[in-house]
């Protein structure tokens, strides 16, 4: 079992940034791939980044690329999410993530075994 907490969340301006932070058990966190989704109110949850056991790759949705950056620190049990030049349509809960252990396509949320509670960010215009 892995147990996941976000924080970092909160009330920013448009071009603001955020850095929200995954505290993970310490039980299998270094074996699995992590990721950031975001669900907006009505809408479905989507991609943001995510990251491989070893933080040597990254993956991110076109519309953060440049402006996200995700990290992990395997001796921590924590990953983050450095999000800069933050735009109001990116208001949404943030869910941090562990990946399936056979997972081969990190994009979908069924490819995720573990969920967090979520953190809101929201960006004013």
């Known amino acids: ?14 071009g603001d940034s955020l850095r929200l932070s995954c505290a993970a ?49 395997n001796t921590k049990n924590t990953v983050s999410l450095q999000m800069n030049s933050l735009k109001p349509e990116e208001t949404a809960v943030y869910h941090c993530a562990a990946g399936r252990l056979d997972s081969t396509n990190w994009g979908r949320p069924t490819e995720y075994a573990y969920w967090g509670q979520g953190t809101q960010v929201t960006v004013s215009s």
Do not use: C
């Not at 079992?1 to 448009?14: C, I, N, P, R, T």
């Not at 809408?43 to 990251?51: C, L, S």
């Open 1 to 14: 079992q892995v147990q996941l907490v976000e924080s970092g969340g909160g009330l920013v301006q448009a």
């Open 25 to 73: 058990s310490p039980r299998t966190f270094s074996v699995r791939h992590m990721g950031w989704f975001r669900q907006a109110p009505g809408k479905e949850r989507e991609f943001v980044a995510a990251i491989s056991r070893s933080g040597n790759s990254t993956y991110y949705t076109d519309s953060v690329k440049g402006r996200f950056t995700i990290s992990r620190d």
